[in-house]
């Protein structure tokens, strides 16, 4: 009988932690530097954003690329956060009337000690994510 040192070899290792990867859901990045009252802060502006937009259970989003609104009911929000030029950015997830997943980003910034969410930008749809830049303005 072979020993199980003689079976997994480090090439079946590194495999099997490439398919564990690739199989865990995506979650979005996170700024651990971001934290305390400042996450807080951002998340609280995002929430209270979306909650103003809800109309009866659903929010309302023109998605510009395929050129039609959106009718989405909340899931879940995600607790990462990132900086990404003069904004912190978070995310939620969606469903759309379609029942596609729809990744949400909001745009949070701070104006006068005031944590303002200005809007939401579709990031992906099912999974298939849209790039945009906001470090260039």
Do not use: W
């Not at 609104?69 to 990462?80: F, I, M, Q, R, W």
Request: charged share 25%.
């Amino acid at each position: 009988m072979k020993t199980a040192q003689k079976l997994f070899k480090p090439k079946h290792y590194l495999i099997a932690m490439l398919l564990c990867a690739l199989s865990s859901p995506l979650y979005a990045a996170n700024d651990p530097s971001i934290k305390g009252d400042l996450r807080g802060n951002i998340q609280q502006s995002m929430q209270s954003y979306i909650d103003h937009q809800i109309i009866d259970g659903h929010m309302y989003v023109f998605d510009s690329h395929k050129g039609k609104l959106l009718k989405l009911t909340l899931d879940k929000l995600h607790s990462g956060i990132v900086k990404k030029g003069d904004f912190y950015v978070s995310c939620a997830d969606f469903k759309d009337q379609d029942n596609r997943k729809i990744d949400m980003d909001f745009l949070v910034r701070v104006s006068d000690g005031n944590f303002i969410t200005t809007q939401g930008i579709v990031h992906s749809v099912d999974g298939k994510k849209r790039k945009y830049h906001l470090e260039k303005i």
